[in-house]
């Protein structure tokens, strides 16, 4: 029920040497703004009849955006991740590293101490209409290539900071677009998002059948949202 893609990463991929060439170059070209912008972090509460069921903390700078996604529950989970952003919104490459973890390393990564068993780790590189990944888990290290389209978004099951990532790219563009595409890193499937404004402080965005109602400040910073089929609520708290 808590779940519109599933959040397990079992993609894989190969990382070819130009396409890791290219993502460097965009990190070292930003490197400098970077150093000079002050970063964004904050924390984001996801909420299930009133019960905490996910935290996720992040870190977002003109670059990079890095975070960890909490969550409670069952044998729990903790889902650290780290993009490179490039001068559009798009995210050039993502590392996610999953961890299994009970419900008190969960609450430790909370407070901005992850630990926990690593149980798979997988590394996204975008280029143009392609997503290569690298994945090891407990098969091993397995690779593939998949397609995709042009500056599509990472889609991590319950992360907000990647929606966030998402409103960014969209207003990246002029005019505005009404539509981003979403990579599922829990199946390796392309999605397209229609995004569209709800007044001047919030938005409505359909992935599927699922919609996100979030809310936003003039920057494109989401403060919190719902996504009321699955009656679940996030807000916002602490950070810059």
């Known amino acids: 029920m808590l779940h519109p893609m599933s959040p397990s ?8 040497v130009t396409v890791v060439t290219s993502v460097l170059a965009t990190s070292r070209a930003g490197e400098l703004l970077a150093q000079t912008a002050a970063p964004d ?5 996801i909420r299930h009849a009133g ?15 890095s975070g960890t996604l909490a969550i409670r529950g069952g044998n729990g989970s903790l889902e650290g991740y780290e993009a490179v952003v490039a001068p559009d919104a798009s995210v050039a490459m993502i590392e996610v590293t999953v961890r299994q973890a009970k419900d008190s390393a969960v609450a430790s990564a909370a407070s901005g101490r992850p630990g926990g068993r690593v149980v798979q780790r997988a590394r996204v590189i975008f280029k143009e209409d392609s997503a290569a990944v690298d994945d090891v888990g407990s098969r091993g290290l397995q690779t593939r290539v998949f397609g995709t389209e042009r500056g599509a978004v990472p889609y991590l099951n319950l992360s907000f900071a990647l929606l966030e990532q998402a409103v ?22 392309t999605l397209d ?3 569209a404004r709800v007044g001047a402080d919030s938005v409505t ?8 109602r979030l809310r936003v400040d003039s920057a494109g910073r ?3 949202g719902a996504i009321p ?8 708290v602490g950070g810059s």
């Open 9 to 16: 990463i079992r993609i894989l991929g190969p990382l070819a």
């Open 41 to 45: 972090s904050g924390m984001f509460i």
């Open 51 to 65: 019960d905490t069921v996910a935290t996720e903390r992040f870190v977002r700078t003109a670059t990079t955006l």
């Open 168 to 189: 960014r790219r969209a207003r990246s563009v002029s005019p505005e677009a009404s539509r981003v595409p979403f990579f599922n890193l829990g199946g390796g499937q």
């Open 193 to 195: 998002a229609k995004i």
């Open 205 to 212: 965005l359909a992935l599927g059948n699922v919609e996100f």
């Open 222 to 224: 989401v403060l919190g």
């Open 229 to 236: 089929s699955q009656q679940l609520v996030a807000d916002r």
